[in-house]
């Protein structure tokens, strides 16, 4: 399995995009070492033999919970007076291209 | 007795006998708050007016004979990331600056239903990731006991509200230690409830798989009062445990002795890296059970050694998905985007919207999602959580509860450990586990090291949290431990 203990200034970069955050260049020089002692940290978990484990994504049993397709009052007044940006009744938001 | 001390079953009998006014005792909590909350910044906003309103309301029912709920008059905080209709809800966060839910949390009706004042939304660690409130968009929290030092986190506004009056209840929320954190460094009672019971609706996400809503108060039968108000099944929350609500305060002494209760005390949560004087005031909280009958036993689980990586692992790739959804458009906080296309638009608010902690984790829990990684690292993390889950189960079998300290050490000052985000992770050693495996746990006041107070840690399995107030409830009657106002 692929284990990393170092990770390099472009990879935080390249992740800070795919989770669309920018970084500042002083989180960046910051983040590289901090990231790269924790993810170390993180490498204990090789000691561990669990390969024949199931995962437990959650200590509750899971199945799909369905409710009725029924429309719900919807306090318009307070949830349009959340965007930052309004024009009229719509929301205005970035250009896409 | 000064009604600020009253025990929240006190305030709620004097308020519906006529004896205490809810506008009296409102106004009391509010000079209190008045007078220590320059010191403590444990509010993030006052709802002073809302809960002037209520206890009116309160009032004139009791006036006209008719009947009030179960916590009329009490004042109880909220932590800022569990939604209050109409009222500001940050999460320590400048990218919810200005978010007025349009609904209530599940909890919150329910305390409006048993006629509980709300005072206020309380400071936490921005999106509750932090254990020392250092990390809030709104300045730090101090800790009552010692302004220089933090009350713990995330829940630490509730945490300092309860210890000094500001409020006599206090809900938090506990993704890996966030409430009985701050409840063992700020000297009040904390617990984590089983994963399920108390319902995550209307709760800020960070953490999915791991976060519950917690009572806070001033001592375990304030608290289990506190909880059976709020747990219960809830079809607005898919992992809702399908249970019968519980009076958790009939519980506390049936049957009232400790005899034949086996206590485990887990070896690895008593070791090096715990204080001294922690390890000293556990060890004889651990003997007055046993003088009340408890039978002790010390029990090894080994792979609590990877508890804290497991742990971090799966917050932060939860948080990082959870977090996806701050997009500046629906609420909160935008940044000026002219020029800027969609996907700019959106890096650019999250960048001056969210604080250094939370880009921190959202980062590392992208990589930990990410192609290539996945398995190594998030797959890992949760086939080490079955690995712990497992080796509590065996556990139960031979012990009734596990304690242990809450935390391995007490209040640390402000700034001590900020600019080590691992060393500050290192904190939760011994609170992630319930939260890994989703079992209860209270945190209860067993004494002073230098002055500052110690938390004793109670585990049970599943459901059973009326053991751990049982047992938390039998050293609090020992009278080892008295509630203290603080500042």
Sequence with gaps: MPRKSRIT?????????????????????????QLSSILEYFDKLDEANVEELPPTFHVVEHYNVFREDEPRPFPSDIVLKNPPKMKGRFIKAPRIV | MNPLLYPAEKVASAVRNGELSALDYLEAVLERLKHVEPKLN???????????????????????????????????????????????????SRILKGYRPSYNATV????????????????????AMGSSTEFSAYGPTRNPWDLERVPGGSSGGSGAAVASGEATLALGSDTGGSVRCPAAFCGVVGLKPTYGLVSRYGLVAYANSLEQIGPMA?????????????????????????????????KLTDPPELEKLRIGVIKEFMGEGVQEGVRERVWNAVQSLENLGARVGEVSLKSLDYALAAYYIIAMSEASSNLARYDGLRYGFRSSDQ?????????????MGFGEEVKRRI??????????????????????????????????????????????????KIGEKIEDPLELYMCDINTVPANLVGIPAISVPCGLSDGLPVGLQVMAPPLREDLVFKVAYAYERTGKWMFQLKP
Excluded at chain 2, 220 to 234: K, T
Excluded at chain 2, 339 to 351: E, Q
Excluded at chain 2, 380 to 406: N, W
């Design chain 1, 9 to 33: 200034l472009k990879e935080i970069e390249h992740l800070a995009w795919l989770a669309r955050v920018q970084l500042t260049k002083r989180e960046k020089r910051l983040f590289k070492e």
């Design chain 2, 218 to 250: 001033r001592n375990v039968g304030d608290c289990a009062l506190l909880l059976s108000v709020i747990a219960g099944y809830d079809p607005r929350d898919s992992t809702s445990l399908k249970v019968q609500p519980m009076d958790y305060q009939t």
């Design chain 2, 339 to 351: 020029g800027l296309d969609w996907n700019r638009a959106y890096a650019k608010t999250r960048r």
């Design chain 2, 42 to 92: 444990a509010f993030i906003t006052v709802t002073e007016e809302l809960a002037r309103r209520k206890a009116e309301n309160i009032d004139r029912r009791v006036e006209k004979g008719l009947k009030v709920g179960k916590l009329a008059g009490v004042v109880v905080a909220v932590k800022d990331n569990i939604c209050v209709k109409g009222v500001e809800t940050t999460c320590g």
């Design chain 2, 108 to 127: 919150v009706e329910r305390l409006m239903a048993e006629d509980a004042v709300i005072i206020g939304k309380t400071n936490m660690d921005e999106f």
């Design chain 2, 363 to 412: 980062i590392l829990g992208t990589f930990a999602l990410s192609a290539g990684y996945y398995e190594a690292y998030y797959l890992k993390a949760l086939k080490v959580r079955t690995l712990i889950r497992m080796e509590f189960e065996k556990a139960f079998k031979k012990f009734d509860v596990l304690v242990g300290p809450s935390m391995p050490m007490t209040a640390f």
